[in-house]
T-cell receptor, first 112, second 112 residues
Framework: RKEVEQDPGPFNVPEGATVAFNCTYS??????FFWYRQDCRKEPKLLMS???SGNEDGRFTAQLNRASQYISLLIRDSKLSDSATYLC?????????????FGIGTKLQVIP | DTGVSQDPRHKITKRGQNVTFRCDPI?????LYWYRQTLGQGPEFLTY????????KSRLLSDRFSAERPKGSFSTLEIQRTEQGDSAMYLC??????????FGPGTRLTVL
């Protein structure tokens, strides 16, 4: 089983739609969780951190379910500019060393 | 621009040659990470430094790969005797502690 699993997609959605991505992780000791956005041939950029209480930033909502070991990202009112790959990132500390694992990414294509 | 910078942005080399990449992190960040990303995959962790100490190395980092961060500031990643399978985007990121990682634009390596 991969340490971080994501559906690679692509998810093709019309403008204005709501779309949700899930990401599961295998290490129950994982401590920090993030969603990054990556445009084609560009570097990943932080979209949002994910907290146990859930967090919202405009049209984006991220949630963490530690019991089931998954995190989610919800995008409301999709815009053409949301088209990108969304990377799930899980970080853990083990013996003083940090381990950061990226998922394969979920590709989103918003269609006019 | 006070973000993470990488040099060169593109490198084309012949199989068997050595290449060296440089990363300049955000100045106040004590952690520096190297990743490799191939098409359709998420970034794969290679190694990371806390200040000048290299704390973790992935199994992906064969003995042909070496990384340094001699003064705890910039870092170099050297690949000796390059192989076609080394062709990828090499990403550098920096962070302050276990906080959010900020990525540089990457160095795209093509081995002919």
């Amino acid at each position: 089983r991969k340490e971080v699993e994501q559906d690679p997609g692509p998810f093709n959605v019309p403008e204005g739609a709501t779309v949700a991505f899930n990401c599961t992780y295998s290490n129950s000791a994982s401590q920090s969780f993030f969603w990054y956005r990556q445009d084609c041939r560009k570097e990943p950029k932080l979209l949002m951190s994910v907290y146990s209480s859930g967090n919202e930033d405009g049209r984006f909502t991220a949630q963490l379910n530690r019991a089931s070991q998954y995190i989610s990202l919800l995008i409301r009112d999709s815009k053409l500019s949301d088209s990108a790959t969304y990377l799930c990132v899980v970080s853990s500390n083990s013996g003083g060393y940090q381990k950061v694992t990226f998922g394969i990414g979920t590709k989103l294509q918003v269609i006019p | 621009d006070t973000g993470v910078s990488q040099d060169p942005r593109h490198k084309i080399t012949k199989r068997g040659q050595n290449v060296t990449f440089r990363c300049d992190p955000i100045s106040e960040h004590n952690r520096l990470y190297w990743y490799r990303q191939t098409l359709g995959q998420g970034p794969e962790f290679l190694t990371y430094f806390q200040n000048e100490a290299q704390l973790e190395k992935s199994r992906l980092l064969s003995d042909r790969f070496s990384a340094e961060r001699p003064k705890g500031s910039f870092s170099t990643l050297e690949i000796q005797r390059t192989e076609q399978g080394d062709s990828a985007m090499y990403l550098c990121a920096s962070s302050s502690g276990v906080d959010t990682q900020y990525f540089g634009p990457g160095t795209r390596l093509t081995v002919l």
